[in-house]
């Protein structure tokens, strides 16, 4: 049982370093987005994540609320890349794999 246990958890730790969200909604006047993953994909209210589009970063996302599959994420504006701002369809990943 303890075995079993034990690959289940490191599945679950495996399954959520592999997060690829996407942003589905973006209020750049309020600053925030919506990202189509939520508590089923392991998000918490303390997870970091990056906006990426290609191969370049676009920002990182401070989490304000997290349900059933969507996260409102604030848009940290002071790590935008300059002249970029998250759009729908840009990919969000952890920022910190998870141990």
Same mark, same amino acid.
């Given at each position: ?6 690959? @289940?958890?490191?599945? !679950? ?8 969200? +996407?942003? /589905? *909604? ?29 191969? @370049?970063?676009?920002? !990182? ?8 599959? +969507?996260? /409102? *994420? ?26």
């Amino acid at each position: 049982d303890e075995i079993v246990t034990r690959i @289940a958890a490191r599945k !679950k730790a495996f399954d959520r370093n592999s997060l690829t969200a +996407r942003v /589905v *909604a973006v209020n750049n006047d309020w600053g925030f987005v919506i990202i189509d993953a939520g508590e089923k994909e392991g998000i918490t209210p303390d997870t970091k994540l990056l906006v990426t589009r290609g191969t @370049a970063t676009i920002g !990182k996302l401070s989490i304000l609320t997290v349900a059933g599959g +969507r996260t /409102v *994420a604030n848009i940290l504006g002071d790590t935008l890349a300059p002249g970029m701002a998250p759009a729908p369809g840009d990919k969000v990943i952890l920022e910190n794999l998870f141990q």
